[in-house]
């Protein structure tokens, strides 16, 4: 995929930044579980028309071929992935940890990803240091910055989701960033 190409793949991942900041100022618990849950639902439905129906396959590459990676031709997309990990992380945790955990994944990653392609090359397990770097950077600046966290436990939380997203996994980083910094975050929130 071309630098060009990424660079509109990770707006559209800024873009779900848009989620966790309504649900912070605008919208309720319930209401952001219909929106996410309704938007999963079509994203799923899309997908499994994506790969199962050969018309929609074709649609669907003429639309987004060129910001969709090879590795997401025969599985789901990151974008839906997204949407079910928001979703998720609304449904189980509370507000802030929920905000936290899905503007890491938003801010973090797509910023990480742009900088390990722009500047990196010191690869560390199909990633590069450098991208690592930013995403560490990122969520720690997420982790101080937002009002109503556990200073300590947000910071471990940014360690562990930059962790996460460096390790290699068959589970789509999408899906595990948010729930293991939500997940992180939630035990210090138990034990403060």
Request: net charge neutral.
């Amino acid at each position: 995929m071309t630098y060009s190409n990424e660079l509109i793949r990770k707006l559209i991942h800024f873009g779900s930044a848009l989620f966790p900041v309504a649900y912070d100022h605008v919208l309720s618990r319930e209401q952001m579980l219909w929106l996410l849950g309704g938007l999963s639902a079509l994203f799923l439905l899309g997908e499994l028309m994506r790969l199962n129906v050969e018309a929609a396959k074709r649609i669907f590459r003429t639309i987004f071929g060129p910001i969709v990676r090879p590795s997401e031709e025969h599985k789901l997309t990151g974008a839906t992935s997204v949407f079910i990990s928001g979703f998720l992380t609304v449904l189980i945790f509370e507000k802030n940890v929920a905000v936290f955990a899905m503007l890491t994944l938003s801010l973090a990653d797509a910023t990480a990803a742009l900088i390990g392609r722009k500047w990196g090359n010191r690869d560390i397990f199909g990633k590069t240091l450098e991208g690592t770097a930013t995403f560490l950077i990122v969520a720690m600046i997420l982790a101080v910055t937002l009002p109503g966290l556990p200073r300590a436990g947000a910071v471990v939380a940014a360690v562990i989701a930059t962790v996460v997203e460096l390790l290699p996994s068959p589970i789509d980083d999408n899906l595990m960033v948010p729930l293991s910094a939500a997940t992180t975050l939630s035990f210090f929130h138990l034990v403060a």
